[in-house]
Each structure stands twice: as structure tokens, then as C-alpha cells.
């Protein structure tokens, strides 16, 4: 059985490999390679060791060689943003015209910086795709995606992080992906026309094929990393194509979700049929994907931008029954050393232990932001917190 992992080894070009894309470095949320942390705070929360202001946007946060990469819109402009990691006191920062677009939301770019090696790629909220020599912020190509493959911006514009694998670099754009060379920003192959999902690519197997999962506007495709070859499909319609939780490959299975009713399930892509090994109508993610421990899922129920209240749920990975629920608690979360560490909607940040047995909470804090949907990076014992609203905070876990 080859995992998702087998894939990502270009990716992590260190024993330790940093947090420089999208949900760590096995791209799940998983960061078991980082023990210096700490949830043993003094009354007062953890320090911070910095707080800047980033300018609007839902972007996260990308780490590499103590430097902190991040993105925000002020007056008309995207600014991809270069920040040290000791001081939080910017290093370079690069503009470009990009609007702020809102709709429903003070607007703002969506996508997370994704680092390779020595470069910095970044898709914008209308399509503008970018790579930068991540030490001196100078462009080494950019290229309008939109217009270069012809795909029209979603309904919340453009949310795909880069997923780079050999010299491919695939987003999540038309119905079912597109594929460019990481080097020139060069179009090698795409798929129809159309609104594409929010989702980022996921590498999988299917059909004895490197292939990848990409959660679409209505569907599921799997497709051949190759030639974009459509292998699998799953029809996934959701009211305004709101499939943004990215896929998790849990064996040789795909397990999908998103809310508007539609709940969770899990598939196996190498059968045709099109039923599902489960389903689970309680667990609803909506932006943040769950995380994958010892057999069960740890993730959150419910739209993680209305008033209802929302729940964190286990959810066992091959039943897909629930084991337990903590109500009134929704936001993003990442998994490290079996410990949940959870940034609410609304900027309270927990840790729990990731247990089957039931919600256990071991530390909490509120006053880390508004409008918290990006998920914290952990890096070396210090934890990165992204607002909407412009504030990327530092945080020391450290022993």
C-alpha cells in the first residue's frame, strides 16, 4: 500500500522538514516531527513573542529558514509578505494589483504561501500565480491562471494551495485541476472549463496510477497526475459548490465532507460503484479538514462563519460512527504528539488530547484574533495564528 506520504518526499528535504506547505508536511496536519512544544502555560497564555498586522485576508501562514511567509490585500493590492520569525519585523514584501473582491466577507486573498526549495509559490484570489526566490522576494515568473487556462474564478474566488510534486505543480482550478511546470509556470495539461472547488490536490493511488484528489464544484475527480486523465468520479453537488475541506486519504480510501447537509463518507477510489463505505450525516466539515490519529478522526461540525453553534468530533475512521462530540467549539486544527491544537472561529486557542475516550482539554486561551480560519503552523516551538482581519501572531511553545 503506498500512502500519501510517498508522494510528498520532495517536499520535506530534511529529517525535521519545516511547515512551509499547506497542513504541514505530509500535507494532513500532522506534525509528529516537532516534540520541543509545550502546553504548560503560565496563567497569563502562552508569551507572544510578536504580533503584526498583515492586512486582510484568509491566507495562512508558511515557515522556512526562519523566515514566515503570509499574504494580505491593502488599498488594491496583494502583498505577499516576508516576516522573521524572532522579531516578526518584515524582511521584504512584494505588491501586485489584485482586487479585494468581498462578497459576504471583507474579501481578501484565500490561498496559503506554498516554499520549495528556494521558492515561494502563491495562487491569488483572481488566479495570478506566482513564484519568488523566497530569501529575495524577486519574481522568477508569474502567470494569470485564469486567462492562461481559461478558468473562471469561483464563486469565492481561487482557494487552491500550489501542491508541487517532481516538476508539477497542480491546482485546484476548472473541473478538475490543471497542472503546470513549477519552473516556467508553463500550462502541461487541463481540464474543462468550469468552477473548480476550494479544496487543495491531494496525492493518492488509484487504479495503480499516481493520481490525485480534487474536490471539484459538484464531483470528486480523481485524475492521473500525468495527463489529468479522469480515473474516478463522485458526484458531490452542494449548494453554491461549497466543497472546501480538502480530501484525507485514510488507507487506499478517500474520505469526503462538506456542510449544507451533506455530511461526511468514505470511498473506495479504485471501485466503481458509487456507493459508499460510509456515511456520516453529523459530521459536516466546512473550510478545515479533519486530522487522522490512531484510526479516528478528529474535525469539526458545522459552517465555521454562522451563529450555530458548531461541534469538534471523533468520528472512528472505519465505521464512521461518532465516538463523542464537544459542542459550541468550530475553527481549524492541526495534530502533533496526539494533542489537538485547535484555534477557534473566533480566536480561543486550545489544546486536548486526541483520544477516542472523550473530550479531555489541557490548556485554553482566548484573544488570538477575528475570523481565525486558517489553521496554526507549528515550527520549532513556536506557534503561527492567522486573523481575516490582518493579524499574524506568534506565539513561544517552547521548552
Request: proline share 6%.
Given at each position: ?7 510528498l ?43 503584526v ?7 495562512g ?19 505577499i ?33 506554498v ?56 491546482l ?59 480515473l474516478?468520479?463522485?458526484d ?25 447537509d ?17 456515511t ?63 484555534l477557534?472561529?473566533?480566536g ?5 488530547k ?9 490548556a485554553?486561551?482566548?484573544g ?15 506557534l503561527?495564528?492567522r ?10 511553545l517552547?521548552?
Amino acid at each position: 500500500m503506498k500512502t500519501l506520504l510517498a508522494f510528498l518526499v520532495p517536499l520535506c528535504l530534511s529529517a525535521t522538514p519545516e511547515w512551509s506547505v499547506w497542513r504541514g508536511p505530509q500535507g494532513n496536519g500532522n506534525y509528529d516531527h516537532e516534540t520541543t512544544w509545550k502546553h504548560e502555560w503560565p496563567e497569563s497564555g502562552p508569551e507572544i513573542l510578536w504580533r503584526v498586522p498583515v492586512h486582510l485576508g484568509y491566507s495562512g501562514i508558511a515557515v522556512s529558514e526562519g523566515r514566515a511567509y503570509t499574504v494580505g490585500n491593502l488599498d488594491g493590492e496583494d502583498l505577499i509578505q516576508c516576516l522573521d520569525v524572532e522579531t516578526g519585523k518584515s524582511i521584504w514584501t512584494v505588491r501586485y494589483p489584485q482586487e479585494l473582491v468581498p462578497k459576504y466577507n471583507p474579501g481578501g486573498p484565500n490561498a496559503s504561501p506554498v516554499i520549495e526549495g528556494k521558492w515561494l509559490y502563491l495562487l491569488s484570489k483572481q488566479g495570478l500565480l506566482s513564484c519568488l526566490d523566497k530569501v529575495s522576494g524577486e519574481t522568477r515568473w508569474r502567470t494569470d491562471v485564469a486567462a492562461l487556462a481559461r478558468a473562471p474564478m469561483p464563486t469565492w474566488g481561487f482557494a487552491s494551495c500550489p501542491v508541487i510534486i517532481g516538476d508539477r505543480l497542480f491546482l485546484n482550478a476548472n473541473t478538475s485541476g490543471i497542472a503546470l511546470d513549477k519552473n516556467t509556470g508553463k500550462l502541461l495539461w487541463n481540464s474543462a472549463p468550469g468552477s473548480g472547488g476550494y479544496a487543495v490536490p491531494v496525492p493518492l493511488i488509484c487504479k495503480k496510477q499516481a493520481a490525485l484528489a480534487i474536490f471539484g464544484y459538484a464531483a470528486m475527480h480523481i485524475v492521473s497526475q500525468n495527463a489529468g486523465e479522469l480515473l474516478r468520479k463522485i458526484d458531490w453537488a452542494t449548494r453554491m459548490g461549497e466543497n472546501s475541506a480538502d480530501p484525507v486519504i485514510i488507507g487506499d480510501d478517500v474520505y469526503l465532507s462538506s456542510w449544507w447537509d451533506m455530511g461526511a463518507a468514505l470511498f473506495d477510489p479504485n471501485e466503481d460503484t458509487v456507493d459508499a463505505i460510509w456515511t456520516n450525516k453529523e459530521f459536516q466539515n466546512h473550510i478545515s479538514a479533519p486530522v487522522l490519529h490512531d484510526g479516528y478522526l478528529y474535525g469539526f461540525d458545522g459552517p465555521v462563519h454562522r451563529k450555530e453553534k458548531g461541534a469538534l468530533r471523533c468520528v472512528d475512521a472505519a465505521s464512521g460512527k461518532t465516538r463523542w462530540s464537544h459542542e459550541a467549539l468550530k475553527g481549524s486544527l492541526i495534530l502533533s504528539q496526539g494533542k489537538l491544537i485547535i484555534l477557534s472561529n473566533n480566536g480561543r486557542l486550545v489544546v486536548a488530547k486526541a483520544s477516542p475516550d472523550g473530550y479531555e482539554e489541557l490548556a485554553s486561551r482566548q484573544g488570538f484574533g477575528k475570523r481565525t480560519w486558517a489553521p496554526p503552523v507549528l515550527h520549532r516551538g513556536k506557534l503561527y495564528l492567522r486573523d481575516a482581519d490582518g493579524w499574524a501572531i506568534c506565539l513561544d511553545l517552547g521548552d
